[in-house]
T-cell receptor
């Protein structure tokens, strides 16, 4: 099956710094990628949708200047959390869809971000 | 907002069938029913999806009522490794997946 990877799997950063999370589709070309965040004991919340080569579409309430998304190639999307605060500590999960084969979404393993 | 309603938790004995219900009374004609599960601290895993016919794969069966307002995911022989949160999602094919609260399934020995 299709594989999506994320890097890093865990990251700790200090308040005020920025951190970048990578999402890669390993064996297919992802025309669309999605970014979710998940707080403990809660469900996944969709943050944004990104299509290769175009600007991301953010869900209501998600600050686009704080969560920078770049989908520069068909196999890589990045999420940069800028000026991180402790309340940004969360589990960030990406998913990718290959529109040429089917419309299923394949999820990455997630990145645990802790802001101190 | 999620368009589905699921019980928050269920228990199942190991080796028995686990039947997870989902209500989606406002589903529209071109929306599919998707099921994903999430084992603790991992990314969601695709299980199965369907439009109106019942579907079966190596993991599970999906039974969709004739009026499409509800469905049931069946794990025929639950194992301890099936303990997870199960999410029922309705979406257009190729559309966004909006997760609700899901059902926390505990498979007990």
């Amino acid at each position: 099956g299709a594989v999506v990877s994320q890097h890093p799997s865990r990251v700790i950063c200090k308040s005020g710094t920025s951190v970048k999370i990578e999402c890669r589709s390993l064996d297919f070309q992802a025309t669309t990628m999605f970014w979710y965040r998940q707080f403990p004991k809660q469900s996944l919340m969709l943050m944004a949708t990104s299509n290769e080569g175009s600007k991301a579409t953010y869900e209501q309430g998600v600050e686009k200047d704080k969560f920078l998304i770049n989908h520069a190639s068909l196999t890589l999307s990045t999420l940069t959390v800028t000026s991180a605060h402790p309340e940004d500590s969360s589990f960030y999960i990406c998913s990718a869809r290959d529109g040429s084969l089917d419309y299923e979404q394949y999820f990455g393993p997630g990145t645990r971000l802790t802001v101190t | 907002d999620a368009k589905t309603t699921q019980p928050p938790s269920m228990d199942c004995a190991e080796g028995r069938a686990a039947n997870l219900p989902c209500n989606h009374s406002t589903i529209s004609g071109n929306e599919y029913v998707y099921w994903y599960r999430q084992i603790h601290s991992q990314g969601p895993q695709y299980i199965i999806h369907g439009l109106k016919n019942n579907e079966t794969n190596e993991m599970a069966s999906l039974i969709i009522t004739e009026d499409r307002k509800s469905s049931t995911l069946i794990l025929p022989h639950a194992t301890l490794r099936d303990t997870a949160v199960y999410y029922c999602i309705v979406s257009n094919q190729g559309g966004k997946l909006i997760f609700g609260q899901g059902t926390e399934l505990s498979v007990k020995p």
